[in-house]
C-alpha cells in the first residue's frame, strides 16, 4: 500500500522560503516519478515540479528558478524547496507518485500561504 505524506507547510510573508516534504512508504519513490502540484482557491490543480527516474526535473514556468525538487534514496522523501514565495504561490500543495499508467498516488496536501 502506497502512502505519501506531506509536511512542511505553513504561513509566511512574501520573499520568504518554505521547504516541503514528501514521504513515501510501500514503493520506492528513486524508482518512480514524482511531482508536487498545487491547488490555489477557487482554481484547477496545477504541476509545479516533477522530478523523474532517472533524476531529470521539471518546473512549471511560474516557479523556475524560485523553486527545487529533490528527493533523498536513504529516507525515500521528495522535498519541493520554495524561494522567493510571493502571494501567488498560495495554495495546498500535494505530492503526487506514479508508479505505471494504472497506478498513480496522491497525498492529503499541505497548506501554503503566503502574505503580502
Known amino acids: 500500500q502506497v502512502q505519501l505524506v506531506e509536511s512542511g507547510g505553513g504561513l509566511v510573508q512574501a520573499g520568504g522560503s518554505l521547504r516541503l516534504s514528501c514521504a513515501a512508504s510501500?514503493?520506492?519513490?528513486?524508482?518512480?516519478?514524482m511531482a508536487w502540484y498545487r491547488q490555489a482557491p477557487g482554481k484547477e490543480r496545477e504541476l509545479v515540479a516533477g522530478i523523474y527516474a532517472g533524476g531529470t526535473t521539471k518546473y512549471a514556468d511560474s516557479v523556475r528558478g524560485r523553486f527545487t525538487i529533490s528527493r533523498t534514496n536513504a529516507v525515500n522523501t521528495v522535498y519541493l524547496q520554495m524561494n522567493s514565495l510571493n502571494v501567488e504561490d498560495t495554495g495546498v500543495y500535494y505530492c503526487?507518485?506514479?508508479?505505471?499508467?494504472?497506478?498513480?498516488?496522491w497525498g492529503q496536501g499541505t497548506q501554503v500561504t503566503v502574505s503580502s
Open positions: 510501500g514503493s520506492r519513490s528513486l524508482l518512480n516519478h
Open positions: 503526487k507518485m506514479v508508479i505505471d499508467p494504472a497506478r498513480t498516488y
